[in-house]
Every structure is written in C-alpha cells, then in structure tokens.
C-alpha cells in the first residue's frame, strides 16, 4: 500500500503461476476501484509478483521471470519501477549485485534504504540477503 493508504498493489496468479500478474486498486470517492493490472505488468510470457512499495512511495520493488539483457526466460530476479507522477517508470532489473544467476525474491526496503531478499540457491537452499545503498542511494 502506499504511504498515503491510496493505493494498493498485489498479485494475481493462476493455478501453476502461468500466469502471474501486479494488479492495483485505488481510492478514489470513497470506495476501492475495480482491480486492474499495473501498467508494468501483464506481459502473457512473464511472471510478476510480490510488489513492495518503499516507506517513501518511490519505488515498487517486484519479482519478475521477464528476460534482461544477456538472460534467459525464468530467471527470478528483482525489479524496480520508480514513481513519475501519477504513474511508474518502465521496469529495471536491479543487476549485480542483487540479481545472480540464482533465484532472488521477496524484496523488502526499510527507510534508510537498506534493500532484503531472498535467495535461493543451486541446492534450494534458501538464505536471507541484504543490500544496503551505495553513496547515490
């Protein structure tokens, strides 16, 4: 949800995750808004989950399988999307060293910025990571 309690993001799947997509809800004239996919999202071959919002509203932060540069499909990487305006950016993959050949997911930002994932490595082991901001933030 957002800081100011206007809008509300979560995922919608189907059996499988064939289909995983952000959806969002807004507050508007006193009541919620039908849910609709986000306008990042949605892409039929993709899979898009597990959004966070930081303290700030700024960013969203996403799981996606969406391929990047050099990528094949089903990478689980972290994905951002910064705020302009009443909207978001076009999605970035957050790269090294967050991202890795490995499965990373379930992103949590604190106030200070500090970033926490999950990874989950060759053997399925599952460990907790932090990443904390460089100078630029």
């Known amino acids: 949800m957002t800081p100011d309690m206007s809008e509300i993001y979560f995922c919608a799947a189907t059996g499988g995750y064939a289909q995983a997509v952000i959806c969002v809800m807004r507050w508007e004239e006193g ?7 986000a306008p990042f999202s949605g892409h039929r071959g993709w899979m898009d989950l597990e959004p966070f919002i930081t303290p700030d509203g700024g960013r969203l932060f996403f799981l996606s399988n969406r391929p990047d540069a050099g990528e094949e499909d089903g990478d689980q990487d972290i994905w951002v999307v910064d705020r302009e ?5 076009e999605p970035r993959n957050l790269g090294a060293p967050v991202n890795t050949a490995a499965s990373e997911y379930f992103p949590a930002v604190t106030r200070d910025g500090t970033l926490y994932f999950t990874r989950s490595d060759s053997n399925r082991v599952h460990r907790i990571y932090r990443s904390q901001p460089g100078p630029s933030g």
């Open 85 to 89: 305006g009443d909207g978001w950016s």
């Open 31 to 37: 009541r919620w808004s039908e849910p609709e996919v």
